[in-house]
């Protein structure tokens, strides 16, 4: 064999690894970077106290209460009615045209540009519902973003259970609802918890169509109907304005650990799952 | 019996009630924004590069080129990197290495765009000011930005097709002398291909929709970028700088690039929708 | 089982949402919500606090979003004020009812770095407006000329525009930021940049550069010399209701008026 193959081999991998090396090592810069400059600047008063002097001073407690809300809220109300669309999509109807376009239209609906559900939201939920800017209206607005998220990540895990189990549970004698519940839900748990949990990492990292909906006001937000300030868009308004870059830097090390975390923890929970049921290679 | 079919019903009820509403924003975002384009003329919307509120022109072939160049951009950038490092983690890395490294992607996955327009504004828009020339917001800038954050999807989705050649391709190839590369791009790149196309399919609709770091990063200038040192604003760039004091004309104007948006992501999910189903319909062939 | 009782309860917890919505802007324990110029945006935060302070039960919510987003929250009733940082047009005069809380030179600043310090208003006109391209031609070094606007909605931006470029338009090819802050921030880190913000947000970061001679400085104002000046204001829609016009009247007192002038404002009389 003519020693050019092997030469052109060993140039591409080590190509190829350069590239592997500088993609890895970009992505862990970015991370770095925040983490540095960040962390340095978070304590527990951070943490825990109010921003004073528009953000320059203080703390982010209000911010992260009201990412938890508006986020959390808004999974909330997504994630039961997506896996009960699901369900129903895959367990109560006979599939067909019907069901795909539905299918199409989610995926669709979860391709769209979350700026879009922004401006539906500003429109419809702050605007024509008379919300104003607020807690709900963002919570509102989030719920419809990552709905078709969840219909769909619940819609594969669900479909990916096989039939044999199916068939099994109604040859002991259950009904299509314990079918459901005690052997397809439980099957396909993993697949449904991390589509939940992404739709989660997603709200909390949405900025412009919750600044939209929920407004940036400063202060923690008392009830529902107050308007507020997540943490993405508290750190995009210190950096942008210059207003503080070391508690700008702060708030998104804050911001990059819980997602982190929050994605880690599932990804070990899934572990254990899925070493229980042993449903999955 | 009857209670599976009240539960039938309640589940029925709410599934209706979701495909509803979601129908119902789709509609909203048609009926707001189809008229003013009927009115103004789909050609004179598309492709008129005068963008002038207070003067009743709405044209947005600028933001349709910028969104264009900064979308190809991303994918060049972000596909290839992806890939090499898809082909790197599945083809030539110890199994423990890619075990290790999968899931690290993947947390990467996470972090917010704020973060990574930031980062870029700090390090990258200056980088490219002071060595490359421009006003350092640009094209590039946003296109590596954007590149970077599709890394992790397209990364991940690519590693799960590629894992999904079954090991004989692998073998034979290997068997009848070929080099690792060789096998690599002609035999595992080929059959992983529908899953690739969908994971850059994917990245690309990832792409288009980001708004708070091309507008971070991209200078959102109204005029028509010419190369990749130009300023650019894009679709979504327009509609976040916009929506929040538009009103009457202006505002359905802005309802219109949504449309427009939407039009595009159907478009690519039809793509993508035609490519699996040439996928499973490849694999009775085997 | 689990999955209907959370619709159940979101349901029944929208409802109440929705029906008490309507109640709670009325209500007097509700923030005063001000929203509006980003240019005023800073100086409301402060007087904001300092409100907060002497009154513990009373809240006011400062948001931004540009001059005509305020006017049109206070029109939509997302706002109880809507901060705005220039005059007000004939047919938004007879909407809204508009206050002077303060007056605003505006500055055209450039990078420290930059060694011009002086243009005359026909020479800012000319680059604003892309016809004069390179530093050299106003004294400059040999540098392209990178100009930065703010977006559509912005007080600031109306400002300028009527008080500057006339009737020329500001250039396609000018990179658009969305608030004073990212213009400052962008003018810092670009040694070629020229932008134009309120002349009570300059600081130390930047240079003013002297227009047609005069010094960008709150004296020459006052004195009538510095020509770019608008008006912030506080406005509503209809005389304002009792909780925002008892902001508004704190921000009228003569400590708060001073507060704002030591921040680089001028009084509003």
Known sequence: MSPRPIVLERIVVALLWAVAAMTIGVLLFIVGFILLRGLPHVSWQFLTESPQKMGREGGILPMIVSSALVAGLGVLIAAPIGVATAVYLTEYTRGGRVTAVIRFGADCLAGIPSIIFGLFGFVFFAITLGLGLCVLSGALTLAVMVLPTVIRTSEEAIRAVPDAYREVSYGLGSTRWQMVTRVVLRSALPGVVTGVVLSLARALEETAAVMLTAGSALRMPSSLLDSCRVLPLHFYLLAREGISMDKAYATAAVLVIVVLAINFLTYRLMRRFIGKAGQYV | MKQDRIISAILMGLALSAILGLSLIAVFVFKEGVPIVLRIGARDFLLSAEWNPKEGLFGIRSMIVGSAMVTLGAMLIGGTFSLGLALVLTQFAPPRLTHVLKPVIELLAGIPSVVYGFVGVQTLVPFIREHLGGPGLSVLAASIVLGIMVLPTITSISVDALQAVPRSYWEGSIALGATRWQTAHRVMLRAARSGIIAAVILGMGRAVGETMAVIMVGGNTLAVPRGPLDPVRTLTANIALEMGYATGAHREALFATGVTLFVFIMILNTVALAVSRRRSSGAAFR | ?269
């Open chain 3, 1 to 269: 089982m689990v999955q209907r009782i959370g619709r159940d309860a979101a349901a029944a917890l929208l409802a109440l949402a929705v029906t008490s919505g309507g109640c709670h802007r009325q209500d007097e324990r509700s923030p005063v919500s001000v929203i509006g110029s980003t240019s005023i945006q800073p100086f409301a935060e402060l007087l904001a606090q300092e409100y907060e302070k002497k009154h513990p039960d009373r809240k006011v919510d400062v948001q931004g979003g540009g001059s005509t987003a305020g006017l049109q929250a206070v029109a939509s009733g997302l706002a109880d004020i809507g901060m705005c940082s220039r005059e007000l047009s004939p047919e938004e005069a007879r909407e809204f009812n508009a206050v002077t809380i303060a007056r605003d030179g505006l500055a055209v600043v450039v990078n420290h770095a930059n060694p011009v310090d002086s243009l005359s208003l026909e020479q800012i006109r000319g680059i604003f407006s892309g016809r004069i391209r390179r530093w050299k031609e106003v004294g400059g070094t040999d540098e392209p000329i990178r100009v930065i606007t703010r977006e559509e909605s912005s007080g600031t931006r109306d400002c300028f525009v009527h008080l500057v470029m006339r009737d020329e338009k500001i250039s396609r090819e000018a990179l658009v930021q969305e608030s004073s802050g990212a213009v400052k921030e962008l003018v810092q880190g670009n040694p070629g940049a020229i932008g134009y913000i309120s002349l009570g947000l300059v600081g130390k970061e930047l240079k003013a550069v002297r227009v047609d001679g005069v010094e960008p400085t709150p004296e020459k104002v006052l004195a009538g010399q510095y020509k770019l000046v608008r008006p912030l204001l506080f406005v509503t829609k209809g005389p304002a209701a009792p909780k925002a016009k008892d902001f508004i009247d704190f921000v009228l007192l003569p400590e708060s008026q001073q507060a704002l002038e030591a921040e680089g404002l001028i009084r509003a009389r």
